[in-house]
């Protein structure tokens, strides 16, 4: 079995289309989507419409949730300046989104489980089981990783997104690990004040056959003209800064 783990496509049809090209030419037997799947780029309804045509089961991020509520859950220190823009890009990408598509990501998940054999699940969610708020990162404290983790640890592998970072980290007999971001990769060694995006898409492959588990992170190249012309098109509030963070 081979499941296709993709997050934070962030309203990002140009980089999801990346994705599922790839997956075109190599197929897996089940999608998964960990949230934060609409809200921030310039085509929330048509990433809206892919995911629906592909039927995968998507969990609800926090970005989802704050798109359809504006209630903010996070701790995360915001600038009144960057809350501005943020309310600006959410009223924008709301007015782009039916009734219909509104219903289908107030179903978001707040957790996803699919079995991989007898004896194995591979349990999804956005930041932890618990909330979508919680950031797990490869340096956060053993501790602190194990409160959050630990008692699923016996009988799955666990996947989650919204820190936009690749990685696996081992917890007990099994792992957790990120896929990284779809629409929204970026170095996180690197000052805010002068902050790049990638110019790739990410996500990760799982395979389970029979004893055998391999994970295969996946780097796909995104057209950053294609992006900024749809950028330009789109209306988007602020579409010249988020082009800027891939032209420079």
């Known amino acids: 079995m081979q499941i296709a783990i993709l997050s ?7 980089a999801f289309d990346a994705v599922l ?10 999608i998964v989507c960990l949230g934060d799947a609409v809200q921030g780029g310039p085509q929330p309804a048509e990433v809206a419409q892919r995911l629906r045509e592909l039927a995968c089961p998507v969990v609800m991020g926090n970005a989802d949730a704050w798109l359809l509520t504006g209630e ?7 600038s009144d300046e960057r809350r501005r823009k943020m309310g600006a890009i959410r009223e924008w990408s709301l007015a782009q989104l039916s009734e219909a598509d509104r219903a289908f990501i107030a179903a978001f998940r707040p957790t996803i489980t699919l079995p991989l054999s007898a ?13 979508f708020d919680d950031f797990i990162f490869p340096h956060t404290p053993e501790e ?19 820190v936009h970072l690749p990685y696996v980290r081992r917890i007990g007999g099994n792992f957790f690990f990120n896929p990284g971001s779809v629409g929204l990769a ?13 110019a790739w898409a990410e996500y990760a492959i799982l395979t389970v056959d029979g004893g055998r588990i391999s994970l295969d992170f996946r780097r796909v190249p995104v057209d950053v003209n294609q992006l900024a012309h749809v950028y330009r098109a789109s209306g988007r509030p602020f579409a010249e800064d988020a082009i800027r963070q891939y032209t420079g």
């Open 186 to 198: 970026y170095n996180h060694q690197q000052p805010e004040s002068g902050f790049r995006a990638d």
């Open 21 to 30: 090209n790839d997956l075109g030419a190599r197929p897996a037997d089940q």
């Open 144 to 162: 602190e990783f194990q409160r959050m983790l630990g008692e699923y640890a016996a009988d799955c592998i666990m996947t989650g997104g919204h």
């Open 119 to 131: 004896n194995l699940k591979l349990l999804c969610f956005h930041g932890s089981p618990a909330s």
């Open 8 to 14: 934070d496509i962030h309203g990002n049809g140009v």
């Open 72 to 78: 903010e859950t996070g701790h995360e220190q915001i």
